[in-house]
């Protein structure tokens, strides 16, 4: 019994050679065109992502509102997005953490003991998205907030007001036509 090593070898080497002259095989490229992408949320808030095809994928930015419970109302905070790369994939992914004042300095909130306070918005936003077609965008949104008393924040007790969540808000956008 004899072996032909060299047949074997030939047979490697041209399957070698179709996968090398053939990227598309192994790469998972999503090509998304340039634009403004408008759509909406899944609380009915208008969302606007801005597609920029320079040298590098880039989602030049993203916004929209978030609405939450929190405390004793409603709190709407503005989403924003700046500068997220794109993955060859056609992934985007952000995280940012913003702090505000929340009320303004001179105008102090009355809580429910009749206590003034002063507060401080620290809120992180997480953002995802992924390319479903070269002018469809579909993704996530969650904004969680913690609002501060300023004059109890660096106390033992944390000076925490109340918490807020969004929960999961998705979204799509698409690129209209012109």
């Known amino acids: 019994m004899t072996i032909r090593p060299p047949i074997c070898l030939a047979i490697v080497l041209s399957m070698g050679v179709v996968l090398a002259l053939s990227p598309a095989v192994g790469s998972a490229a999503v090509l998304f065109k ?8 899944s609380q009915n808030r208008g969302v606007v992502l801005k597609m ?4 590098v994928r880039l989602l030049s930015e993203a916004e929209t ?8 109302g409603k709190l ?4 924003f ?5 794109v ?3 056609g ?3 952000s995280t940012e953490v913003e702090s505000d004042n929340s009320i303004d300095l001179l105008d102090p909130i009355t809580d429910a003991q009749g206590k003034r306070r002063r507060l401080v918005d620290v809120t992180r936003f997480e953002f995802s998205g992924r390319f479903v077609t070269r002018r469809r ?3 996530h949104w969650r904004a969680r907030s913690v609002l501060l008393d300023q004059t109890e924040a660096f106390e033992s007790t944390g000076g925490v007001f109340d918490r807020c969540d969004t929960g999961d808000v998705t979204w799509s956008a698409r690129l209209r036509r012109r």
């Open 87 to 89: 993955s060859p994939g």
């Open 137 to 139: 965008i579909r993704g």
């Open 81 to 85: 997005v700046s500068e997220a790369r």
């Open 34 to 41: 340039k634009g403004v992408y408008r759509g909406e949320t």
């Open 52 to 55: 920029s095809r320079r040298s």
């Open 65 to 72: 509102d978030l609405r939450t419970q929190c405390g004793g």
């Open 76 to 79: 709407t905070l503005f989403g």
């Open 91 to 93: 992934r985007i992914r």
